[in-house]
């Protein structure tokens, strides 16, 4: 498995939790309103994105794309290709 980028669209979030269920290394849950951040994400234009080289990270991330239901997570290959 190569690098992965994730991206989360925190606006379309609506705080189920689901993503840090099945990836909880990557997101959690912010007290104060209840969405989902992107652990280590830059922010640019309403969008967290996270490059993760880590190759144990595209499972547990496309775990949690598949999981929201508000369809706020995405994850494309290192180069940046949606799948």
């Given at each position: 498995m190569a690098?992965?980028?994730v991206?989360l ?6 705080g ?26 830059a ?22 794309q598949?999981s ?8 494309a290959?290192?180069g940046?290709?949606?799948?």
């Amino acid at each position: 498995m190569a690098a992965v980028v994730v991206t989360l669209q925190r606006d379309k979030c609506i705080g189920c939790g689901y993503c840090t269920d099945v990836a909880g290394e990557y997101f959690s849950m912010d007290p104060s309103d209840g969405k989902c951040l992107l652990r280590g994400a830059a922010m640019k234009k309403g969008f967290y994105t996270l490059r993760c080289t880590d190759p144990l990270a595209e499972t547990p991330c496309r775990s949690a794309q598949e999981s929201c239901p508000a369809g706020a997570i995405r994850v494309a290959a290192g180069g940046g290709r949606s799948e």
